[in-house]
């Protein structure tokens, strides 16, 4: 591992030159394994943050109180320090800007990972592409890329995003409360007859409801991909 970044008090990217690495897809993953002393070992996967031309391949990974891997990788890991991947995996939740768009974005908690490698994919290649990010976060210290995302909104005319908060918010907030449902993304999406091309990430509550929403509101269930993980509760 060449470097740690955190991103939120639970949250930290870390930073991987991986010898030989094949290139990947904004939206792949790779799988990390970790093997003990005993030989005991344990396996995750994590989506890839960076896009696909990036010097160094970066995985964002958040903590779990009760995980076998992520505590290790959050709170013990060094520079210098070794790990073994696997990857890249997946093909069918990806996205480059020569697929084109519009781009509709709907993430929670660190489902924003791999939505962000398309997002720095698309800032990258200059696309005029479109593009909406619908993320949303438990608290305004908890969003994942903050800082990142406002610079991405404020330099690319194309890309806007949106941020809702589901148990806390700052005072003075004037944004968005609570989770993502049919309403929020009937204002925020593009109308079914643009036709985009939505990528729907984060834990399992979230994403069957914002899917089913989207295919409510008229969008090609064909052009609504998700990827899930953890608990069916969520941001």
């Not at 870390?14 to 799988?31: E, Y």
């Not at 969008?219 to 608990?231: A, L, N, S």
Request: glycine letters at 12%.
């Amino acid at each position: 591992m060449a470097a740690v970044v955190d991103e939120t008090a639970g949250v930290r990217s870390l930073l991987l030159d991986v010898p030989g690495w094949p290139g990947h897809l904004p939206g792949q993953h790779v799988d990390v394994r970790l093997t003990a002393d005993d030989g005991y070992q344990a396996q995750r996967s994590y989506s890839i943050a960076t896009p696909a031309d990036d010097g160094r391949l970066a995985l964002t990974v958040e903590r779990l109180d009760d995980g076998e891997v992520s505590p290790y990788l959050t709170e013990e890991l060094r520079p210098g320090d070794r790990l073994e991947l696997r990857g890249p995996i997946g093909g069918w939740f990806v996205w480059e800007p020569a697929r084109g768009g519009p781009l509709l974005l709907v993430g929670g908690g660190s489902g924003v990972v791999p939505l962000m490698a398309m997002l720095r994919a698309h800032a990258a290649a200059g696309s005029d592409v479109p593009a909406r990010l619908l993320l949303s976060s438990r608290s305004w210290d908890g969003v994942i890329y903050r800082d990142e995302l406002a610079a991405l909104a404020r330099d690319h005319p194309s890309i806007a995003v949106v941020h809702t908060l589901t148990r806390s918010a700052p005072p003075g907030w004037e944004g968005r409360r609570g989770r993502i449902d049919r309403e929020l993304l009937a204002e925020v999406a593009w109308p079914a007859s643009e036709a985009p091309l939505a990528f729907v990430c984060g834990p399992t509550g979230l994403v069957e409801a914002a899917a089913s929403a989207l295919v409510e509101l008229g969008h090609d269930p064909g052009r609504v991909k998700t990827e899930r993980f953890g608990p069916t509760g969520g941001p």
